[in-house]
């Protein structure tokens, strides 16, 4: 059963650091499987914005997964449930992992929605 909330979410997917600002304005998830999760339980129409970490670690004996295996995973998840304001932010380090996240994303909406400006909030 998915819960729809009536509150748009941010959600900050990243393995080691804390949200920048009040942390109060973040669901955080440490992990890939923390993400799948956190979407089964809510469905993605209340996520407004999602903020990507690539290197993701630990995963306590499970296979490892990045935050591009999570962004891949929510596209396939989703087809077109994003609401319609969703945007995404990628707060990585590693550049080849940020940039293969950015494309991913971009061809999704490109796809789904005809949208070929970026959804990425800067």
Not at 44 to 52: D, E, G, K, M, Y
Request: aromatic share 14%; glycine share 6%; with cysteine.
């Amino acid at each position: 059963m998915q819960v729809y909330l009536e509150v748009s979410m941010q959600v900050y997917l990243d393995d080691m650091r804390d949200p920048p600002g009040n942390p109060h304005d973040w669901i955080v998830l440490r992990s890939f499987y923390e993400l799948v999760g956190f979407v089964h339980e809510t469905g993605l129409f209340p996520i407004r914005l999602i903020s990507f970490d690539h290197d993701l670690g630990d995963s306590y004996g499970r296979p490892l997964k990045t935050g591009y295996d999570a962004a891949v995973w929510l596209t396939e998840f989703s087809e077109d449930d994003f609401c319609p304001d969703f945007q995404y932010q990628i707060h990585s380090s590693n550049p080849v992992g940020r940039e293969n996240i950015r494309q991913l994303m971009n061809r999704h909406f490109e796809r789904t929605r005809g949208e070929t400006a970026s959804r990425e909030k800067l």
